[in-house]
């Protein structure tokens, strides 16, 4: 029995990136023999195991035979004549097919994967086997993605290839939504994912909404590139290092733009409203979690009203803050809000004469220091005459009065900030 430390862990390590979980692969070990050794077996279609000190994940070489169109319907070779180089021909790409003998620290790389780390190459080891497994072309995005490496043309054809034949269509909404979950990841270049998608045609299945923007014109007095979809990469690439949840808003924001009425182009009145019943369809289609639906759902309500802030009277400042940060009581909310208005504000490589980092900053600042006056504030925090009103009041007359009462205070406040500035 040998074994070797393989795929991620290696890569990263030879890219001089922090090392994940390590990866082992057995090569010449029966399940017999892993289960006397104390390895715990957790694999259903075949053997895995888990280390019974370090819960490392070890898994017998094998080779795979594709049995049915599912994502389940493969046929497992694990015997014992079973090679390291065969069990690395079955993997997708040659920078995940480097193995490292621990004991001596022999690098074992048979399909070239240190010269295509190097080169920053997303290359397929073996067109046959890679095409068993459709989910292979979201994979080869995502690591473009987030390893910033470029996919290699012959790669690029095969992908598209089987874009064609429809093979993403036999994918779950699961498999799906836990690769752009990682492609969305904070420093992920995450454009990558989905431009790369659209370049083979690989965004019509899952990403339909998405698709519809390539074709979709802006005006260029205020979008340069002329086109959502441009626009939208970008905005994306302006929240590079942010988390998933800020960039999946970022993403879908003018989702609405997609279906506006053609008679109004390249205007897109109201498309803040039409964007929400397509965000809930990706959401539902891909199963997105809430937390992620609701959301992409504020920021592509609100994305338009932010901008008019400036001219708002207070009461309308009040309920626009308390809606963004959850009734004054979610700080991160707030600040992923504003981080996906930046994308926007910013969101085209070539910038126009209205963004002005100036006024970004002073809108910025307004919210924020209106959340910072009502942040946590309760009814015992309020003057004891507005205290003693409220007391009289009933029902929906309470939720009246007590908004009063608290644009009022908001008021006193900052009109007391500004009288200290002067």
């Given at each position: 029995?040998k074994?070797y430390?393989?795929?991620g862990?290696?890569?990263?390590?030879?890219r001089?990136?922090p090392?994940?979980?390590?990866?082992?692969?057995?090569?010449g070990?029966?399940?017999e023999?892993?289960?006397?050794?104390?390895?715990k077996q957790?694999?259903?279609?075949?053997?895995?195991?888990?280390?019974?000190?370090?819960?490392?994940e070890y898994a017998?070489?094998?080779?795979?035979?594709?049995?049915g169109?599912?994502?389940?319907?493969?046929a497992?070779?694990?015997s014992?004549?079973?090679?390291?180089q065969?069990?690395?021909?079955?993997?997708?790409?040659?920078?995940n097919?480097i193995?490292?003998?621990?004991?001596?620290?022999e690098?074992?790389?048979?399909?070239?994967?240190?010269?295509?780390?190097?080169?920053?190459v997303i290359?397929i080891i073996?067109?046959?086997?890679?095409?068993?497994?459709?989910l292979r072309?979201l994979?080869?995005?995502?690591?473009a993605?987030?390893?910033d490496f470029?996919?290699e043309?012959e790669?690029k054809?095969v992908?598209r290839?089987?874009?064609?034949d429809?093979m993403?269509?036999?994918?779950?909404p699961?498999r799906?939504?836990k690769e752009?979950?990682?492609?969305l990841?904070?420093k992920a270049?995450?454009?990558k994912?989905?431009?790369?998608?659209?370049?083979?045609g690989?965004?019509?299945?899952?990403?339909?909404?998405?698709?519809?923007?390539i074709?979709?014109?802006?005006i260029k007095?205020?979008?340069?590139?002329?086109?959502?979809?441009k626009h939208?990469?970008?905005?994306?690439?302006?929240?590079?290092?942010e988390d998933?949840?800020t960039?999946?808003?970022?993403?879908?924001?003018?989702?609405?733009?997609?279906?506006?009425p053609?008679n109004?182009?390249?205007?897109h009145?109201?498309?803040?409203?039409?964007?929400l019943?397509?965000i809930?369809n990706?959401?539902?289609?891909?199963?997105?979690?809430?937390?992620?639906?609701?959301?992409?759902l504020?920021f592509?309500?609100e994305h338009m009203?932010?901008?008019?802030?400036?001219?708002?009277?207070?009461p309308k400042?009040?309920?626009f803050?308390k809606?963004?940060s959850?009734n004054?009581?979610?700080?991160k909310?707030?600040e992923?809000?504003?981080?996906?208005?930046?994308a926007?504000?910013?969101g085209?490589?070539?910038?126009?004469?209205?963004?002005?980092?100036?006024?970004?900053q002073n809108?910025?600042?307004?919210?924020t220091?209106?959340?910072?006056?009502?942040?946590?504030?309760t009814?015992?925090?309020?003057?004891?005459?507005y205290?003693k009103?409220?007391?009289?009041q009933?029902?929906?007359?309470?939720?009246v009065?007590?908004?009063?009462?608290?644009?009022?205070?908001?008021?006193?406040?900052?009109?007391?900030?500004?009288?200290?500035?002067k």
């Amino acid at each position: 029995m040998k074994k070797y430390i393989i795929g991620g862990y290696v890569r990263d390590i030879l890219r001089g990136a922090p090392p994940h979980d390590k990866d082992f692969v057995v090569v010449g070990a029966t399940i017999e023999e892993m289960l006397s050794l104390g390895y715990k077996q957790v694999g259903k279609d075949f053997p895995v195991f888990l280390h019974p000190e370090t819960n490392d994940e070890y898994a017998l070489a094998r080779t795979e035979r594709k049995t049915g169109e599912k994502h389940t319907d493969f046929a497992f070779n694990f015997s014992l004549d079973i090679t390291l180089q065969e069990d690395c021909l079955r993997r997708d790409f040659t920078c995940n097919a480097i193995a490292l003998d621990e004991e001596t620290g022999e690098i074992i790389d048979y399909f070239n994967g240190r010269q295509d780390i190097e080169n920053k190459v997303i290359r397929i080891i073996d067109e046959k086997n890679f095409r068993l497994d459709p989910l292979r072309i979201l994979r080869a995005y995502r690591f473009a993605a987030v390893l910033d490496f470029e996919i290699e043309p012959e790669t690029k054809e095969v992908l598209r290839q089987m874009v064609a034949d429809g093979m993403l269509q036999h994918l779950t909404p699961e498999r799906v939504w836990k690769e752009v979950y990682k492609a969305l990841q904070p420093k992920a270049n995450s454009s990558k994912f989905f431009e790369g998608l659209a370049e083979i045609g690989g965004l019509h299945d899952w990403f339909p909404e998405l698709e519809a923007l390539i074709k979709t014109p802006e005006i260029k007095q205020y979008h340069i590139s002329e086109n959502t979809f441009k626009h939208t990469m970008c905005a994306l690439t302006r929240v590079q290092n942010e988390d998933e949840l800020t960039k999946w808003a970022v993403l879908n924001h003018d989702s609405g733009k997609g279906n506006t009425p053609e008679n109004i182009l390249p205007h897109h009145h109201k498309h803040d409203a039409r964007g929400l019943a397509l965000i809930n369809n990706v959401s539902d289609r891909l199963k997105v979690p809430n937390e992620y639906r609701n959301f992409a759902l504020l920021f592509c309500r609100e994305h338009m009203r932010i901008c008019k802030f400036p001219d708002m009277r207070l009461p309308k400042q009040y309920d626009f803050v308390k809606e963004i940060s959850d009734n004054f009581r979610n700080r991160k909310r707030l600040e992923m809000f504003l981080q996906c208005f930046y994308a926007d504000y910013y969101g085209e490589w070539t910038l126009n004469e209205y963004c002005s980092d100036a006024e970004f900053q002073n809108l910025c600042a307004s919210i924020t220091q209106i959340y910072n006056i009502l942040e946590g504030l309760t009814l015992k925090d309020l003057p004891q005459e507005y205290q003693k009103s409220l007391e009289k009041q009933k029902g929906a007359q309470f939720g009246v009065v007590y908004r009063e009462y608290m644009i009022k205070f908001l008021k006193e406040k900052l009109n007391r900030l500004n009288e200290e500035k002067k």
